[in-house]
């Protein structure tokens, strides 16, 4: 049997265990159709959409590759309100919108909605081979009507005791989201602290305490990487850092900038750009935001005040205030069509496998 | 070839790339003679060591194994004065030593000596095959003369920027540690936030950074461990917290617990026990100092002032005050003797290597 014959390929008729991550707005339709019609796993990240833009969409990847797709959506708890930390937000903030010159100072407001029944009706109705959800489960009786239409259910796990909770909610896979991924930690019912654990720790151990598939997630950028997640029980990868570099990504000529330099750089864990811990590589506002955790607004508020000032510096050529998310292995990126990343990672992985087939 | 038949275990004359970590006073005599009887690499904290002890120690392992041996020692920097850093610090401390009715608080002061001539004469003297540094390298011609007696040298990198240092400054092979590693965190020439990589990130980038062997640390307590980070390049690994779980180890009987009990614990990097980042098992002191990092004294005075609180505690069954060192995988101890740990560990990696044979 080949390293990619396993039950995950077979329940998610693809394949290569390859996914890539969702990552909204930097995975474009091309990204998502490129990686699925070349034997992996293509996703679509659908939490910052209108809901009347999903099903397009949708369709749209549909018209662009016949194999199996990953609907994502996220289903964080609504923000609360604390007047009191808004304030001292808005007040700290304010400085960045004199310095840009900008005299309409936005209010926090939600930039995205959580998984809910308009978006179970509409997922229902476009009826994917594979949904994927961050930030935990949706209510259980969202999770049987989706059940019920034999849609395969993933979500992310940052600890242990996380991965128990998917299992017994109904997810059929399970990532283990190492401390080296990019992009938002999935950690949903344990502390953020709790959930910083590097991959070869969290993996085996999630391994050993469920049943279902792992999909292994964080620093993994190369077919060394897969075939290290295989050792340690994984089933699958998912990828996110890794397709960034892809010409097929959304990705701003600011951000790509910043990810081609990231040997140079260092990537680090902030609430700054969104009000819930992701990984990004180290600018202006996740340095100087670094002691203030204890002010920033709930997740997914955040963005609606920063949004304008990352316009406003970017229109300038600055990074300060984008989110540059990435993983600790960006500098590891590749910079080739999604195609190619691909076929070079199944191709690095089986090569790594029969160099050690003789010990 | 197999895969322990390398440039590494060529080099340090073992017949397993598997290397006990040093682990200062939890090593045991035994343990380092255990794990190089069995064919690993046993190691030797001498740091806290009195100068009159370290040669009849070395001696008295010496007589319970002819093969390899590894010695340990510290280079950290002496700790910076800081008198009103100092006097904030006891001042938060003294309500402990109320609590536990110790009339006397002791000064902080050294509780340990770096790397230095004298040491240097005596590790000549001993001539071992092999020396590790912790926090970076000694002085040039210090490595010269280590060199010059044909003395393996090894030393820990928690950055690719810190493995290029070490590899130019004459580091024969380098370990990788990784965030989840246990212990005392090897940075030394960058900060230490650049220094929490992931294990899956940091190894292949210390690998393709560098032309000397690389030694993958944190996180790795079996077979798929080993075999993971063999994949990711290592040519060895070293693991601490497995070997804290054998009987040889000499860990107090309150750490042993905590270990034992780590599936229900977290682990977290503290500077609260000895004034330098570590990695232990959550407890009190830990807990407590979380936000006072700014407090701290330097590496490494803190412990004079906590050791006696420790003993007060420990005699009342109280694990409170100690340093509970661990590493993430702490959970997936053994609990058998060492020789039965690395033959289990090599059995484990061979298998799981067999399995992916034919992929």
Known sequence: MRWFDNVLTKNLN????????????AASLELAAAVSNAGGLGSLGLSYHKLGDILPDYEAVLSMTNHSINLNFMTHKNPRKNDIQAK????????????????????LANTTEPFNS??????????????SFHFGLPESNYIKSIKNQNIYIISSATTIKEAKILEDSGADAIIAQGFEAG?????????YKEGEIGL???????VDATSVPIIAAGGIANGKGIAAAFMLGAKGVQLGTAFLSCPEASVSPLWKNALSESSEKETRITKAFTGRPARGIVNRLLDEMENKTDIIPDFPTVGSVIK?????????GRDDFLS???????????????????KLLVEETSSIFKYFRNS
């Open 14 to 25: 693809i394949k290569y265990p390859i996914i890539q991550a969702p990552m909204a707005s």
């Open 88 to 107: 001292k937000y808005m007040n700290e903030i304010k400085k960045y919108y004199e310095e840009y010159k900008i005299s309409e100072i936005p209010s």
């Open 118 to 131: 308009k978006h179970l009706d509409i997922l229902l109705k476009m009826n994917p081979k594979v949904v």
């Open 183 to 191: 992009g938002h930690r999935g950690t949903f019912a344990s502390s």
């Open 200 to 206: 070869f720790s969290l993996l085996p151990q999630i």
């Open 308 to 316: 304008p000032l990352a316009n406003a510096a970017s229109s300038k």
């Open 324 to 342: 540059l998310w990435a993983g600790q292995s960006a500098s590891m990126n590749r910079n080739i069509p999604a195609k190619k990343l691909v």
